[in-house]
């Protein structure tokens, strides 16, 4: 199966990680951090994870952190999902796409986010893994 590469952010705003609530027509309602697609036009994932963020959130700039990529499905595409972070950005105007109308943004505490993998609202797999690695860096 051909599909693009994709991208997560996990944004920290004030000590608060934003996260996206939306509902997705073959998952239901959930919740997973800021991304999508790498597309063409991009120069490359961290171009895509900035511009993702701003789009749905509105937030710009802070400051960036490569998490390394994840194969979320190898057995049925080369697809990477690339994990970016970023800190102490900047809040400006959202510009969500068409389809991402229904989206809201929280402002949640990284102990709320684990509870939110634990409970099943935050059912992203490459959401689930970055936000793990945020909370193992900071019990380091």
Do not use: N
Not at 41 to 61: N, V
């Amino acid at each position: 199966m051909q599909l693009p590469d994709q991208v997560r952010v996990a944004a920290l705003v004030d000590g608060a990680l934003l996260v996206i609530e939306q509902y997705h027509y073959l998952a239901g309602l959930m919740w997973q951090l800021p991304g999508g697609s790498v597309d063409p036009a991009d120069r490359d994932s961290r171009t895509a994870a900035r511009r993702e963020l701003a789009e749905e959130t509105g937030y710009r700039d802070g400051r960036w952190d490569d998490r390394g990529s994840l194969h979320a499905l190898p057995a049925f595409t080369p697809a990477r999902v690339h994990l970016w972070s970023t800190t102490d950005p900047v809040p400006s105007h959202a510009a969500p796409e068409p389809g991402e109308a229904d989206l809201v943004v929280r402002h949640i505490s990284l102990d709320e986010a684990l509870c939110a993998i634990r409970d099943g609202r935050l059912r992203c797999a490459a959401s689930a893994a970055l936000v793990m690695m945020l909370a193992m860096e900071r019990s380091l």
